[in-house]
Nanobody, 127 residues
């Protein structure tokens, strides 16, 4: 059973930075496809970034160039470095994992493709 625990959420001013962490069960970051999602009140959960076991990455257009997804397999930890934060980045952020990479274009950002989820960490950006 894969377990995921997010941390690092906080309240920051617009333009600031945060780094989110997701501590995963041993072997998860090296063998699973993983992603970061976010959900703001009243909105659907949306994909932010994803990373494969081969370290290939993908990003939502809204965060491209500002956010960086990475992982440390020795620490079984997934990261999301968020720079130049905007008020619209305010949301609960979740990490997720699935054993096999989604087979279709767009699958990396589809919550339905993932089997395991953390409990989330809140990011609030004030303008």
């Amino acid at each position: 059973q894969v377990q995921l625990v997010e941390s690092g959420g906080n309240s920051v001013q617009a333009g600031g930075s945060l780094r989110l962490s997701c501590a995963a069960s041993e072997g998860t970051t090296s063998n699973y496809f993983m992603g970061w999602f976010r959900q703001a009140p009243g909105l659907e959960r949306e994909g932010v970034a994803a990373i494969g076991s081969d370290d290939s990455t993908s990003y939502a257009d809204s965060v491209e160039g500002r956010f960086t997804i990475s992982k440390d397999n020795t620490k079984n930890t997934l990261y999301l470095q968020m720079n130049s934060l905007k008020a619209e980045d305010t949301a609960m952020y979740y990490c997720a994992a699935v054993k096999d990479a989604p087979a279709w274009v767009g699958g990396a950002s589809d919550p339905a493709e993932y089997d395991y989820w953390g409990q989330g960490t809140q990011v609030t950006v004030s303008s």
